[in-house]
C-alpha cells in the first residue's frame, strides 16, 4: 500500500515561488509514475506535470509549462514540484498522484494561494 503525503503549500505573492513535496511510504516508488495535478473551487481536478519512474520523462499542462518544474528523488521516495512565476489563476490545492498498475492514488492535497 502506497501512501502520499503532501507538503510545502502557502501564501505567495504573484510572481513569486513555491516548492511542493509529496513523500511516498513503502518501497515500490521507483516502480510508480507520479504526477501533481490541482483543483480549484468550483471547478474539476486538472492535471499539472507527470514524471516517468527513472525521471528522465516529463509531462506539463500547457497552463504551467515553463514555469514549473517537477522532479523526483527515488533514493528519498520523494517527488516536487517547483513552482516560479505564480499567478493568481495558480490559486488550487495540489494533490500528489501515483498510478500504480493502473489504480490512481492520491495525496490528501496542499492549498497554494496566490495574491495579487
Known amino acids: 500500500q502506497v501512501q502520499l503525503v503532501e507538503s510545502g503549500g502557502g501564501l505567495v505573492q504573484a510572481g513569486g515561488s513555491l516548492r511542493l513535496s509529496c513523500a511516498a511510504s513503502?518501497?515500490?516508488?521507483?516502480?510508480?509514475?507520479m504526477g501533481w495535478f490541482r483543483q480549484a473551487p468550483g471547478k474539476e481536478r486538472e492535471f499539472v506535470a507527470r514524471?516517468?519512474?527513472?525521471?528522465?520523462?516529463?509531462l506539463y499542462a500547457d497552463s504551467v509549462k515553463g514555469r514549473f518544474t517537477i522532479s523526483r528523488d527515488n533514493a528519498k521516495n520523494t517527488v516536487y514540484l517547483q513552482m516560479n512565476s505564480l499567478k493568481p489563476e495558480d490559486t488550487a490545492t495540489y494533490y500528489c498522484?501515483?498510478?500504480?498498475?493502473?489504480?490512481?492514488?492520491w495525496g490528501q492535497g496542499t492549498q497554494v494561494t496566490v495574491s495579487s
Open positions: 514524471v516517468s519512474r527513472g525521471g528522465a520523462t516529463t
Open positions: 498522484n501515483a498510478d500504480f498498475l493502473g489504480v490512481q492514488i
Open positions: 513503502g518501497s515500490i516508488f521507483s516502480t510508480l509514475t
